[in-house]
């Protein structure tokens, strides 16, 4: 490709302060060179210039996906689809997990995503004993489409430590019959503490982030902030997968993990701010993940719900551990961030900037709320 590139004969759509709109674009060593008519900037259009005549087709500035678990999306374009309408049923799931179980080795993970258990005819999760008929001698796990729960078969919860007699996990729920056996149903930090068993290696990982980015660029996606998922490794994976060119997207990596929430972010609370010379990857702000979401239903309310009144969601991390957490975080100079949902996760992190603002005022900080999406 040369270093120099010029569109002409189309609509650029510039997004600027005034909405402008041109005919041509030209540009030099990745850098927007020039804007306007074709008549203005074509005197720079020379023998070691590219020309593409986009024949009255529109050029827009890429998108920015403002928050995405890049990881995650990757290693569901490998896993097996079970959005409504491709499935329908608890039995179509089935279906999938045994065709995967004919070609995948005994012992490997078998991985499922998107389901929906409200929109499913049985109107319920998925349990171990429907996935232990169809995959006995495969682990299985399915995520639901809020990716805050999961259920897997017996000896997906057997790879887990998770056997009859579990007892519930700190900022989890573990589902259980009326005789306290688990279902595999697995919620909140319950279900992270699954991800950490099905875990995949780098070699996975990086081929996951490599179909990750083709999916994004092919929707005009050039940039995302990526909310992270596989802590450390995911950070590494990205940084060598960008130095090799693997990656055409620039990223702004969120410093979080699904399976090791605490520890990853108390290790970079410690390091200094400082993103570097890369144009193509950024550190982005420390966060944190305190309830879960609002269709499962886990997101940490003030009132319970209607559909339950003896519940009102789950509140993953305790508001003495926030505080502390987004204090020392933004002490440090740290941008902070926490998903919260519900308006009681919402109140806590609220709180929580509040309070270190006031020990510690600073200018632009740029602290916020992932998802806010239940406010009082």
């Excluded at 003896?310 to 502390?324: R, T």
Aim: a negative charge.
């Amino acid at each position: 490709m040369k270093n120099k590139i010029a569109f002409i004969n189309g609509t650029v759509l510039t997004v600027d302060s005034e909405n402008s709109i041109a005919e041509a674009l030209i540009v030099e060593n990745e850098k927007i060179a020039g804007v306007g008519k074709y008549g203005d900037l074509k005197g720079s259009v020379d023998a070691n210039t590219e020309v593409i005549d986009l024949d009255g087709r529109s050029i827009v500035p890429g998108f920015i996906d403002s928050h995405i678990h890049m990881g995650v999306l990757g290693m569901n374009s490998e896993a097996i689809d079970c959005r409504y309408p491709y499935v329908k049923s608890i039995e179509d799931i089935k279906e999938k997990i045994a065709e995967q179980a004919k070609i995948k080795p005994k012992g490997s993970w078998i991985r499922g995503w998107g389901y929906d258990h409200s929109k499913l005819i049985e109107s319920r999760h998925p349990d171990r004993f429907d996935m232990d008929e169809v995959a006995p001698y495969h682990p299985v796990m399915l995520t639901r489409t809020c990716a805050h729960i999961s259920t897997l078969n017996t000896l997906g919860l057997e790879k887990a430590g998770i056997d009859n007699y579990a007892p519930d996990i700190p900022g989890g729920i573990i589902e259980k019959t009326d005789s306290g056996i688990p279902t595999g149903v697995m919620k909140e930090n319950a279900h992270m503490a699954m991800m950490k068993a099905a875990m995949p290696n780098k070699a996975e990982l990086k081929t996951a982030l490599e179909k990750a980015d083709k999916i994004l660029i092919s929707e005009g996606i050039t940039s995302v902030h990526d909310s992270g998922g596989y802590g450390e490794m995911q950070l590494e994976v990205e940084k060598e997968a960008i130095k090799e060119g693997l990656l055409q997207i620039k990223v702004n990596a969120m410093i979080f993990s699904f399976i090791e929430n605490i520890s990853f972010v108390e290790n970079h609370i410690k390091l200094p701010v400082d993103n570097g010379n890369d144009p193509h990857f950024k550190i982005g702000p420390i966060k944190i993940m305190i309830d879960g979401s609002s269709s499962g239903p886990t997101a940490a309310t003030i009132e319970p719900y209607a559909i339950d009144p003896s519940f009102s969601g789950v509140l993953s991390m305790d508001p003495e551990v926030v505080d502390d957490i987004i204090l020392r975080a933004h002490k440090a100079g740290h941008q902070v961030t926490s998903h919260a949902v519900g308006d009681r996760a919402v109140d806590v992190i609220s709180r929580a900037i509040e309070k270190a603002l006031i020990k510690y005022p600073r200018d632009n900080h740029r602290h916020r709320i992932e998802h806010c999406a239940i406010v009082n």
